[in-house]
């Protein structure tokens, strides 16, 4: 006789330190609690580009770095409010559209904050969340920042 393991479910979250992405960061922990999920946390980073001059950077200018320090930080708190979740931390290099549509295959959820810049964009998604909604693998919750 064959034993089948439970199956694994995945609840994907984007985080960029931004309100919004905080908030999306904390329903989706709440969500992964009450659906016994793990919780795969995901962020991206890119070296700055410009076109023309060079851009000076501090020789101590490490983005991953900086990323990783804003993770923990957001995430002791989320950690502390829901320890019974299984939290995984995936960062990619890269822009963050493309990085979470691959983060969200074999996903049960993708979860993402949009932030609004007025009356009428703000009624409009983001290009992050428009391009995840059209394009993820699985069923895509936005969470717009109401604050």
């Known amino acids: 006789m064959n034993a089948q393991a439970e199956p694994t479910h995945r609840i994907v979250v984007g985080i960029d330190g ?3 992405s905080v908030a999306a960061l904390d329903w989706a922990a709440r969500q992964a609690d ?3 999920s793990t919780l795969d946390v995901v962020t991206t980073w890119e070296w ?11 020789s101590d200018y490490n983005p991953a770095s900086d990323l990783r320090s804003m993770l923990n930080e957001v995430l002791v708190k989320v950690q502390g409010d829901y320890p019974g979740v299984v939290i ?14 691959q983060a969200s295959r074999d996903a049960d959820l993708l979860v993402v904050g949009s932030r609004g810049h ?9 290009s992050v969340s428009e391009h995840c909604v059209t394009n993820a693998h699985c069923p895509v919750l936005v969470l717009r920042d109401g604050g």
Do not use: N, Q
Request: negative net charge; aromatic residues 12%.
């Open 118 to 126: 007025g009356e009428f964009v703000g009624m409009l998604l983001g």
């Open 48 to 58: 700055p580009t410009s076109y023309g001059w060079a851009l000076p950077f501090p």
């Open 34 to 36: 009450l659906t016994g």
């Open 88 to 101: 995984r931390e995936i960062v990619f290099e890269g822009h963050p559209a493309p990085a979470l549509v």
């Open 18 to 20: 931004s309100r919004a």
